[in-house]
């Protein structure tokens, strides 16, 4: 007649069944937690920009380009946190698209200011009503109080004074 175990205490031969998972450590973190947030609202923004051709990167630099016309490719790696090598492609792409169009820099003979076309424009008030959209729809569990609230809180984490 088999003996009966106490369930309780697992022998020292048994693999551990996992029932719950304990996520307390990563739940304290910031990064796990912005990371999460941020995957969540990525997931559907790049399936609702495929329409526009527009990853995440070209949507900041477009938003930018249309609302600030003559914006400088330095002023657009400030704004952004992008190193230079990498907005050059960028920018190429932009550009190759008839989305954007280089002029001389009015004060600084060096600079070149980066302009919208008109397709651009067009292009940016869809794309923006779509994020809004989406936006809407991903803070809809959180008040207008907590919303304003949770932007001022992360702008607080990644700006410098």
């Not at 003996?3 to 739940?27: C, G």
Request: aromatic share 4%; with cysteine.
């Amino acid at each position: 007649m088999p003996q009966a175990r106490n369930s309780a205490a697992p022998r020292s031969d048994e693999v551990p069944v996992v029932e719950k998972v304990d996520t307390a450590f990563l739940d304290s973190l910031l990064g796990y937690n912005a990371r999460r947030a941020a995957l969540a609202v990525i997931e559907v923004f790049l399936r609702r920009m495929a329409a526009y051709q527009l990853r995440p990167v070209d949507f900041s630099v477009l938003s930018l380009i249309v609302h600030n016309p003559g914006i400088t490719s330095r002023q657009l790696c400030t704004a952004l946190g992008i190193l230079p090598p990498n907005l050059v492609n960028l920018v190429g792409a932009l550009e190759k698209r008839e989305l954007i169009e280089r002029k001389p820099h009015p004060r600084d003979g060096r600079a070149t200011g980066l302009h919208p076309t008109a397709a651009a424009q067009k292009l940016m008030r869809q794309a923006e009503r779509t994020a809004a959209e989406l936006e809407r729809e991903v803070a809809d569990r959180l008040t207008p109080g907590e919303q304003k609230t949770l932007l001022r809180l992360l702008r607080k984490v990644y700006e410098r004074a």
